[in-house]
Structure formats: C-alpha cells, structure tokens
C-alpha cells in the first residue's frame, strides 16, 4: 500500500462511502425480527458482492489490489454487522450508513496496521 497523501485519503475515503453504501443497502434488504444468524450470513456475501461493484470507480484512480482488498473486508464486515444489527432491533437508514462507515474506517485502520506489521520497516 502506498503511503503518499493521495492514496491514504483515497483509501479512507473508499472504505468510508463502501462501508456506509453497502450497510445502507443491507439496511434496505433485511427486515427486523428476522433470524439473526440467517441475517448475518446472507448480509455478509451481499456486502462482498457489492463490495466488487463498489471497488470498480475507486480503483481507476488508487489501484485495483490496493483498494480491492480492504473493500471486500468492509464489505464483509459492514454487511454482517448491519444485517446483525437491522435483524435484532429497530435501525434508520441513517444509523445503517453509520455504522458501515465505522466498519470501513476499522477495516482500514487494521489493513494498514496488518500490511505495516508484516511488512516491517521500509527504507525510502
């Protein structure tokens, strides 16, 4: 992952709208009172697929492995959340496209620390 402005603001930024676009679609898609587990489930490949979809405009710009990967963990984990979350208990549109946005800030924040981690110091 590169490390200038642009592309740290461009990654952000995509896991961000990812992450809020996909957990307000899952939103629409999972009516309250159903099976939580069921939810979750169904939620999380829905996120991933949209996640494909969601990647495509970002990585004309940032690179296709670059912001393909953290979009697939935001999708995953926003679609599993919302959909946890949306099956459970009352949840508006707005809450939905918060908490993918918090679930595509956390993923990004845990690509850069994992990516960093492993790959260990880097000399300029």
């Not at 940032?62 to 953290?70: D, N, R, S, T």
């Not at 924040?109 to 981690?117: D, K, P, Q, R």
Request: with cysteine; aromatic share 12%.
């Amino acid at each position: 992952m590169d490390n200038r402005l642009y592309f740290v603001l461009g990654d952000l930024l995509a896991n961000l709208l990812g992450g809020a676009f996909i957990g307000w679609l899952v939103w629409l898609m999972i009516p309250t009172g159903w099976n939580m587990w069921l939810a979750m489930f169904i939620a999380m490949a829905v996120g991933m697929l949209l996640a494909t979809f969601v990647f495509i405009p970002f990585s004309i710009f940032l690179g296709a492995m670059e912001v393909m990967v953290p979009l697939m963990l935001t999708g995953m984990v926003a679609g599993m959340v919302t959909g946890m979350r949306g099956a459970m208990g009352m949840l508006d549109a707005g809450g939905a496209a918060f908490e993918g946005a918090v679930c595509g800030l956390a993923c990004i924040v845990a690509v850069w620390i994992l990516n960093n981690t492993i790959r260990g110091p880097q000399m300029n």
